[in-house]
Protein backbone atom coordinates (compact mmCIF):
# COMPACT_ATOMS: atom_id res chain seq x y z
CA UNK A 1 0.00 0.00 0.00
CA UNK A 2 1.12 3.46 -0.68
CA UNK A 3 1.40 5.84 2.04
CA UNK A 4 -2.52 7.62 1.03
CA UNK A 5 -4.16 4.04 1.56
CA UNK A 6 -1.66 4.02 4.78
CA UNK A 7 -3.04 7.42 5.91
CA UNK A 8 -6.40 6.38 5.42
CA UNK A 9 -6.09 3.77 7.76
CA UNK A 10 -4.33 5.26 10.28
CA UNK A 11 -7.24 8.33 10.69
CA UNK A 12 -10.02 5.59 10.65
CA UNK A 13 -8.27 3.34 13.48
CA UNK A 14 -7.71 6.86 15.35
CA UNK A 15 -11.18 7.97 14.66
CA UNK A 16 -12.21 4.69 16.02
CA UNK A 17 -9.91 4.44 19.44
CA UNK A 18 -11.97 8.38 19.46
CA UNK A 19 -15.00 6.56 19.42
CA UNK A 20 -14.36 3.91 21.98
CA UNK A 21 -12.58 6.41 24.48
CA UNK A 22 -15.52 8.81 24.45
CA UNK A 23 -12.40 11.62 22.58
CA UNK A 24 -12.33 13.72 19.92
CA UNK A 25 -10.33 13.34 16.91
CA UNK A 26 -9.23 17.00 16.74
CA UNK A 27 -7.20 15.99 20.28
CA UNK A 28 -5.10 13.69 18.36
CA UNK A 29 -1.96 14.78 15.85
CA UNK A 30 -0.22 12.72 14.00
CA UNK A 31 3.52 13.24 14.42
CA UNK A 32 5.11 11.19 10.93
CA UNK A 33 8.13 9.60 12.09
CA UNK A 34 10.38 9.83 9.06
CA UNK A 35 13.59 8.15 10.21
CA UNK A 36 15.14 6.15 7.43
CA UNK A 37 12.80 7.79 4.70
CA UNK A 38 14.09 10.36 2.20
CA UNK A 39 13.18 13.78 1.60
CA UNK A 40 10.80 12.64 -1.29
CA UNK A 41 8.90 10.16 0.40
CA UNK A 42 8.23 12.72 3.81
CA UNK A 43 7.31 15.38 0.77
CA UNK A 44 4.10 12.94 0.01
CA UNK A 45 3.41 12.63 3.29
CA UNK A 46 3.49 16.66 3.65
CA UNK A 47 1.13 16.43 0.08
CA UNK A 48 -1.32 14.63 1.86
CA UNK A 49 -1.79 16.85 4.81
CA UNK A 50 0.74 15.73 7.55
CA UNK A 51 1.49 18.59 9.67
CA UNK A 52 4.18 17.27 11.55
CA UNK A 53 7.60 15.03 10.99
CA UNK A 54 9.41 13.55 13.56
CA UNK A 55 13.47 12.52 13.38
CA UNK A 56 15.52 10.55 16.05
CA UNK A 57 18.94 11.01 15.02
CA UNK A 58 19.96 15.14 14.54
CA UNK A 59 22.52 14.19 11.66
CA UNK A 60 19.75 12.90 9.93
CA UNK A 61 17.73 15.38 10.86
CA UNK A 62 20.03 17.92 9.10
CA UNK A 63 20.67 16.02 6.12
CA UNK A 64 17.03 16.29 4.89
CA UNK A 65 16.14 19.74 6.60
CA UNK A 66 16.90 21.63 3.55
CA UNK A 67 14.89 19.26 1.18
CA UNK A 68 11.58 19.07 3.03
CA UNK A 69 8.64 21.00 2.17
CA UNK A 70 8.79 24.31 4.52
CA UNK A 71 6.00 25.13 6.64
CA UNK A 72 5.87 21.66 8.10
CA UNK A 73 6.75 21.56 12.08
CA UNK A 74 10.30 19.11 12.84
CA UNK A 75 10.44 16.98 16.06
CA UNK A 76 13.42 15.47 17.92
CA UNK A 77 12.37 12.29 19.07
CA UNK A 78 15.58 10.74 20.09
CA UNK A 79 17.76 10.83 22.28
CA UNK A 80 20.01 14.11 22.31
CA UNK A 81 23.42 14.57 23.11
CA UNK A 82 23.81 17.86 24.83
CA UNK A 83 26.32 19.07 21.88
CA UNK A 84 24.29 18.56 19.61
CA UNK A 85 21.72 20.91 20.54
CA UNK A 86 23.16 23.70 18.72
CA UNK A 87 22.34 22.31 15.48
CA UNK A 88 18.71 21.70 15.77
CA UNK A 89 17.41 24.30 18.20
CA UNK A 90 16.89 26.26 14.92
CA UNK A 91 14.85 24.06 13.13
CA UNK A 92 12.53 21.92 15.43
CA UNK A 93 9.23 23.38 16.99
CA UNK A 94 9.34 20.61 19.87
CA UNK A 95 12.01 18.14 21.72
CA UNK A 96 10.33 14.80 23.11
CA UNK A 97 13.10 13.59 24.57
CA UNK A 98 14.23 15.64 27.41
CA UNK A 99 15.45 13.67 30.40
CA UNK A 100 18.13 15.29 32.34
CA UNK A 101 18.40 18.92 33.89
CA UNK A 102 21.86 19.47 31.71
CA UNK A 103 19.94 18.53 28.65
CA UNK A 104 17.43 21.00 29.89
CA UNK A 105 20.04 23.57 30.45
CA UNK A 106 21.43 23.31 27.16
CA UNK A 107 18.48 23.87 25.23
CA UNK A 108 17.95 26.54 27.03
CA UNK A 109 21.19 28.50 26.25
CA UNK A 110 20.85 27.71 22.86
CA UNK A 111 17.47 29.03 22.09
CA UNK A 112 18.22 32.05 24.51
CA UNK A 113 21.03 32.73 21.87
CA UNK A 114 18.01 32.55 19.35
CA UNK A 115 15.26 34.38 20.80
CA UNK A 116 13.16 31.61 20.84
CA UNK A 117 11.52 29.45 23.28
CA UNK A 118 11.32 26.01 22.78
CA UNK A 119 8.22 23.62 23.70
CA UNK A 120 9.79 20.44 25.54
CA UNK A 121 8.07 17.28 26.38
CA UNK A 122 9.68 15.72 29.61
CA UNK A 123 10.38 11.68 28.17
CA UNK A 124 9.57 9.11 31.21
CA UNK A 125 10.99 5.59 30.98
CA UNK A 126 8.22 2.79 30.57
CA UNK A 127 10.68 -0.33 29.92
CA UNK A 128 13.72 -2.50 31.63
CA UNK A 129 15.43 -2.76 28.65
CA UNK A 130 14.86 1.06 27.16
CA UNK A 131 17.56 3.52 28.56
CA UNK A 132 16.01 6.69 27.73
CA UNK A 133 13.75 8.97 29.81
CA UNK A 134 13.56 9.41 33.55
CA UNK A 135 12.00 7.11 36.19
CA UNK A 136 8.42 8.02 37.30
CA UNK A 137 9.31 8.84 40.61
CA UNK A 138 11.84 11.27 39.00
CA UNK A 139 9.60 13.35 36.60
CA UNK A 140 8.07 15.65 39.25
CA UNK A 141 11.55 16.94 40.47
CA UNK A 142 13.27 17.20 37.20
CA UNK A 143 10.20 19.33 36.27
CA UNK A 144 10.11 21.68 38.68
CA UNK A 145 13.99 22.34 37.74
CA UNK A 146 13.33 22.53 34.22
CA UNK A 147 10.44 25.04 34.76
CA UNK A 148 12.32 28.00 35.77
CA UNK A 149 14.28 28.19 32.69
CA UNK A 150 13.07 31.02 30.69
CA UNK A 151 13.42 29.77 27.02
CA UNK A 152 11.81 26.31 27.39
CA UNK A 153 8.53 25.52 27.93
CA UNK A 154 7.34 22.24 29.09
CA UNK A 155 3.99 21.04 27.63
CA UNK A 156 3.58 17.56 28.90
CA UNK A 157 5.36 13.76 28.64
CA UNK A 158 6.68 11.50 26.42
CA UNK A 159 7.01 7.84 26.86
CA UNK A 160 7.85 4.79 24.67
CA UNK A 161 6.16 1.14 25.63
CA UNK A 162 8.70 -1.52 26.49
CA UNK A 163 9.25 -3.80 23.54
CA UNK A 164 6.75 -6.63 22.57
CA UNK A 165 4.36 -5.23 25.67
CA UNK A 166 1.53 -7.20 25.74
CA UNK A 167 -1.95 -5.20 25.63
CA UNK A 168 -2.04 -5.36 29.35
CA UNK A 169 1.41 -4.26 29.73
CA UNK A 170 0.84 -1.43 27.24
CA UNK A 171 -2.20 0.21 29.18
CA UNK A 172 -0.44 -0.18 32.11
CA UNK A 173 2.23 2.01 30.77
CA UNK A 174 0.17 4.56 29.08
CA UNK A 175 -2.37 5.15 32.14
CA UNK A 176 0.91 5.39 34.38
CA UNK A 177 1.86 8.35 31.53
CA UNK A 178 -1.63 9.75 31.73
CA UNK A 179 -1.73 9.69 35.44
CA UNK A 180 1.37 11.31 36.26
CA UNK A 181 0.46 13.46 33.88
CA UNK A 182 -2.12 14.76 35.83
CA UNK A 183 -0.90 14.20 39.11
CA UNK A 184 1.79 17.13 37.85
CA UNK A 185 -0.89 19.25 36.15
CA UNK A 186 -2.13 19.18 39.74
CA UNK A 187 0.62 21.42 41.03
CA UNK A 188 0.65 24.00 38.77
CA UNK A 189 3.81 24.85 38.57
CA UNK A 190 4.38 28.19 36.48
CA UNK A 191 5.24 27.54 32.74
CA UNK A 192 4.43 24.15 32.80
CA UNK A 193 1.66 22.66 31.12
CA UNK A 194 0.29 18.90 30.85
CA UNK A 195 -1.72 18.92 27.51
CA UNK A 196 0.27 16.67 25.70
CA UNK A 197 0.89 13.15 25.94
CA UNK A 198 3.17 11.94 23.39
CA UNK A 199 2.56 7.93 23.22
CA UNK A 200 2.17 5.31 20.39
CA UNK A 201 3.68 4.21 17.75
CA UNK A 202 2.83 1.97 14.94
CA UNK A 203 1.96 -0.81 16.55
CA UNK A 204 0.14 0.46 19.53
CA UNK A 205 -1.25 3.75 18.55
CA UNK A 206 -4.97 2.83 19.65
CA UNK A 207 -4.34 1.52 23.04
CA UNK A 208 -2.25 5.07 23.49
CA UNK A 209 -5.15 7.12 22.32
CA UNK A 210 -7.91 5.43 24.63
CA UNK A 211 -5.67 5.85 27.29
CA UNK A 212 -5.23 9.26 26.46
CA UNK A 213 -2.51 10.13 23.92
CA UNK A 214 -2.10 13.62 22.37
CA UNK A 215 0.60 13.11 19.80
CA UNK A 216 1.23 9.63 17.88
CA UNK A 217 4.35 8.57 16.51
CA UNK A 218 3.52 6.25 13.77
CA UNK A 219 6.77 5.27 11.62
CA UNK A 220 5.96 1.90 9.69
CA UNK A 221 2.02 2.19 9.55
CA UNK A 222 2.42 5.47 8.01
CA UNK A 223 5.43 4.59 5.07
CA UNK A 224 4.92 0.92 5.67
C1 LIG B 1 11.09 4.84 15.24
C2 LIG B 1 10.31 5.55 16.27
C3 LIG B 1 8.90 5.60 16.21
C4 LIG B 1 8.10 4.94 15.10
O1 LIG B 1 8.22 3.56 15.15
P1 LIG B 1 7.26 2.65 14.22
O2 LIG B 1 7.28 1.34 14.91
O3 LIG B 1 7.90 2.63 12.88
O4 LIG B 1 5.93 3.29 14.22
C5 LIG B 1 8.24 6.32 17.19
N1 LIG B 1 8.89 6.93 18.18
C6 LIG B 1 10.23 6.90 18.30
C7 LIG B 1 10.88 7.60 19.45
C8 LIG B 1 10.99 6.21 17.34
O5 LIG B 1 12.32 6.19 17.45
Not at 131 to 155: C, F, H, Q, T, W
Not at 161 to 176: H, I, M, T, Y
Request: hydrophobic share 40%.
Amino acid sequence: MGIKENLDVIKNNISLACKKSGRSEAEVTVLAVTKTRSAEEINRAIELGITDIGENRVQELMNKYADVKSGVRWHLIGRLQTNKVKYIADKVSMIHSVDSLKLAREIDRQCAKLGKVMDILIEVNSGEENKAGIPYSDADELIKEVSALENIRIKGLMTMAPLGADEAKLREVFSNLYNLSVDIDGKKYDNVSMKELSMGMSGDYMTAIEEGSTIIRPGRALFG
